[in-house]
Antibody, heavy 119, light 107 residues
């Protein structure tokens, strides 16, 4: 079955750029929206944005100025960049698939990767 | 943007109890409402999608109802493994938005 795996640095310095990649295995990246979601320790879930295989994106307005998403269909991967990070960007970052036949719910999630912003 | 208001923020219940969690949207979202269970250190798990459809593999004691702006997640007979935090998510339009969560404790 389809599985997702996040990867990237676990520590990022303030003002630098956070970069993460999500690798899709067990299936093709085609024909779905793929999202990034984050969760600070002890807090709730925040949707960051999504990307379609065409490259079309939607971002959370609260992060839009700092977020860029991209997709590489040849590698079955999609990526997230967040610029000018601060301690407030410290969180577990999840990638997830929107299930088109599941009311567009996030039906498959990665295990999450912890990113700490600190000097 | 659509705001999701979930209640209660926490609750404690006994095994066998019927538990209800509610989620209200700031505007109509038809049936584009989904429920998740999250346990510590784990990714959220989809329980209910499209307001009332049970995700494959989820026990039938979980059910969802509602449409428009008001939705409910019900656990008909609480089991010890049902502890965790529950979130609603609207998938009607971007930006997607989650409720703030309900932390469920087993007495």
């Amino acid at each position: 079955q389809v599985q997702l795996q996040e990867s990237g640095p676990g520590l990022v310095k303030p003002s630098e750029t956070l970069s993460l990649t999500c690798t899709v295995s067990g299936g093709y990246i085609s024909s779905y929206y793929w999202s990034w979601i984050r969760q600070p320790a002890g807090k709730g879930l925040e949707w960051i944005g999504r990307i379609y295989i065409s490259g079309s994106t939607n971002y959370n307005p609260s992060l839009k100025s700092r977020v860029t998403m991209s997709v590489d269909t040849s590698k079955n991967q999609f990526s997230l960049k967040v610029t000018s990070v601060t301690a407030a960007d410290t969180a577990v970052y999840y990638c997830a698939r929107e299930g088109a036949r599941k009311g567009d719910a996030f039906d498959i999630w990665g295990q999450g990767t912890m990113v700490t912003v600190s000097s | 943007d659509i705001q999701m208001t979930q209640s209660p923020s926490s609750l404690s219940a006994s095994v066998g109890d019927r538990v209800t969690i509610t989620c209200r949207a700031s505007q109509s979202i038809s049936i584009y409402l989904n429920w998740y269970q999250q346990k510590p250190g784990k990714a959220p798990k989809l329980l209910i999608y499209a307001a009332s459809s049970l995700q494959s593999g989820v026990p039938s004691r979980f059910s969802g109802s509602g449409s428009g702006t008001d939705f409910t997640l019900t656990i008909s007979s609480l089991q010890p493994e049902d502890f965790g935090t529950y979130y609603c998510l609207q998938s009607y339009s971007p930006p997607r938005s989650f409720g703030q969560g309900t932390k469920l404790e087993i007495k």
